[in-house]
């Protein structure tokens, strides 16, 4: 028989035998309504009256309580002490600069002002007293448009609470979820059978996000962006990079975050003149991770090219991305926004252990006096949420973001954004079936230092891979760069590391990291060091032979000692797998279509 069962989570039905003890039903009840202590729950034929605990009438069955198929019962119970979330404060683990930054109290230092401080040396008054890092007006004063994140904790009154000398750091933060939820306590089908107001998400209204996690990204060497759009003055085609650095505290904003990048991975690609195509990239992009990690550096973001000749001959491109046009695609914002949920900020101040993310996107394109320039944005945490559950889509115009159809499989709440219309008045107008992207964005600002002191410091470049044409990687070019100088200062390029370390021949305890050591710290003794290890050796003798069978191979075949005729001609066709990276050949050339290493 069936059972009806209401509490103040909504009415259940259980499904139990008029031969069930009372202790059944209790158990039952327990798991539907998820209640941690059972022995807690009451039961009564009337609403707020005459409760009495099913633990009292243990040893009856619902027979003898004269409990009958279709009967409403009312329960109650006491819900459990909500434990303070210690995840948030002891086992996240936040970047190094958040940690910094929590440490320090935020204020805006003034000094005494001239005309209207009246008091001493050492007082204070209104007029030089420090101002909070969210303070409206100095804000203002200095046109930053977005609060840092630290700055908006502050204001969130996250440091509010105070023990003794310490701070208690409570989780106040919380990521948009659009999703409708699966396991709703009101007791009724899942969507889409059917849906309440308890598991339907709310409506959302669009405006601009007033924080944001990074305020500036800084290349920390012009050379960092000359190298990458080299590709594109060269060949015409775009390109496409991740970008790897670290977050440092960044003065010029109250609390501020900085993304300082070192150096841009070129992931497989498939570029065009009018865009490009990411191949799969998964496992180049983990050796450039590790590589990284190696290093002391993380990814901090992505960056591409979006560049066109304007034919004038003059080296100007241009300007495709303006107030008229759009900033920032509606593709570009979607694209964002999966790589910012695909790399979440760490931080104690979220239940959940993370909240928004710091990976910022970088467009290199032409401004208005077509010059070559870079734009750097963010997507807000709406616009991550909006397109995990799937409800916007992009546009075939650049500047609009299109809300999605509801189906019987996808559920579209209300949509709304604030604008000023003709007579200054901010009205509210239905997203549907479109609205500006303006919305989502939030501008990241961007620059170069006043000294720059990169990580990676070659004087000569290296070939950066997955390109093609003069610019492809291999033993060739890889021994042809170790001899064009000293190795100490050789060693500090990112993409000779990158392609040392995929040829497999130094191995990653010992020569791998001592040749990291060598890029970082430039020192003479830890490369005498590794000139002297086997591996370093055996990479030597590759390269030397790999130079001499390339500079041999134009000559005749009974110099090689593989004999002449007809049989060398058919040993050079033959398929054959290289012993060093193990591709499987089936060109002519005695040296690996792959790594460029020789057959033998």
């Known amino acids: 028989m069936l059972v009806r069962v209401r509490s103040k989570e909504g009415t259940h039905r259980i499904e139990v035998s008029p031969s069930d003890d009372i202790i059944i039903l209790r158990d039952k009840i327990a798991k539907e309504l998820k209640i941690t202590d059972s022995s807690t729950i009451t039961i009564s034929d009337q609403p707020n009256a005459g409760a009495t605990p099913m633990d009292s009438l243990s040893g009856k069955t619902l027979g003898q309580l004269n409990v009958k198929h279709g009967d409403l019962l009312y329960i109650g119970f006491a819900e459990a002490a909500v434990q303070p979330d210690t995840r948030s404060s002891s086992t996240v683990v936040q970047d190094a600069v958040d940690d910094y930054l929590d440490s320090q109290d935020g204020l805006i230092k003034r000094p005494k002002d001239p005309k209207f401080c009246k008091h001493a040396a050492n007082g204070m008054c209104d007029y030089c007293m420090p101002l ?80 944001r996690l990074v305020d500036h990204v800084e290349f920390s060497s012009a050379t960092i962006i000359d190298n990458f759009i080299n590709y594109w003055r060269t060949t015409g085609l775009q390109r496409f990079g991740y970008m790897y650095g670290r977050y440092e505290p960044y003065s010029e904003v109250p609390l501020g975050i900085k993304a300082v990048v070192e150096a841009i991975y070129e992931p497989p690609q498939e570029g065009d003149s009018e865009g490009l195509k990411l191949e799969d990239p998964i496992y180049g992009e983990k050796r450039a991770d590790e590589m990284a990690g190696a290093c002391g550096l993380q990814r901090v973001g992505m960056i591409y090219t979006d560049l066109t000749d304007d034919g004038s001959g003059k080296g100007t491109v241009l300007c495709k991305r303006h107030i008229d046009s759009y900033f920032f695609s509606s593709q570009e914002c979607q694209f964002a926004a999966v790589m910012q949920q695909k790399y979440p900020n760490a931080t104690k101040y979220s239940s959940t252990g993370t909240f928004g993310s710091k990976f910022v996107t970088c467009v290199i ?18 616009c991550v949420g909006m397109v995990d559950a799937d409800i916007v889509e992009p546009s075939v115009e650049p500047g609009i973001m299109r809300v999605r159809e509801a189906t019987t499989d996808r559920y579209i709440p209300d949509v709304f954004f604030k604008y000023k219309n003709e007579y200054n008045l901010v009205v509210q107008k239905d997203a549907k079936p479109s609205f500006p992207v303006e919305y989502l964005l939030v501008n990241v600002t961007h620059g170069f230092p006043v000294k720059a002191s990169p990580m990676f410091k070659s004087p000569k470049d290296f070939p950066i891979e997955n390109r093609v044409g003069a610019f492809v990687q291999d033993a060739a070019s890889l021994h042809r760069y170790l001899e064009s100088g000293n190795l100490v200062e050789l060693a500090s390029n990112f993409h000779f590391l990158l392609f040392a370390r995929s040829m497999g021949i130094l191995n990653d305890t010992d020569e791998m990291n001592l040749l990291v050591r060598v890029a970082l710290l430039h020192k003479e003794e830890d490369a005498n060091k590794l000139v002297q290890t086997p591996g370093w050796q055996t990479l030597l003798t590759v390269l030397k032979e790999s130079a001499g069978s390339s500079r041999g191979g134009q000559g005749s075949s009974s110099s090689s000692g593989r004999g002449a005729g007809g049989s060398s001609g058919a040993s050079a066709t033959a398929p054959w797998t290289c012993r060093h990276c193990t591709f499987l050949n089936t060109h002519g050339d005695e040296n690996c279509e792959m790594c460029g290493l020789p057959m033998g």
């Open 132 to 211: 909070e890092p969210f303070d409206p007006a100095y804000l203002e004063e200095h046109k930053i448009k977005s609060l840092s994140f630290h700055a908006y904790l502050r204001k969130l009154g996250a440091h509010d609470k105070k023990q003794g000398t310490s701070y208690i750091t409570l989780p106040s933060l919380e990521e948009p979820s659009y999703k409708v939820k699966t396991n709703c306590s009101s007791g009724h089908p899942p969507w889409p059978a059917s849906i309440c107001t308890k598991c339907q998400p709310s409506a959302i209204t669009l405006q601009r996000q007033p924080f």
């Open 365 to 382: 394109g032409g401004n208005q006096e077509g010059n070559i320039d870079v734009s750097s944005y963010q997507v807000s945490n709406t």
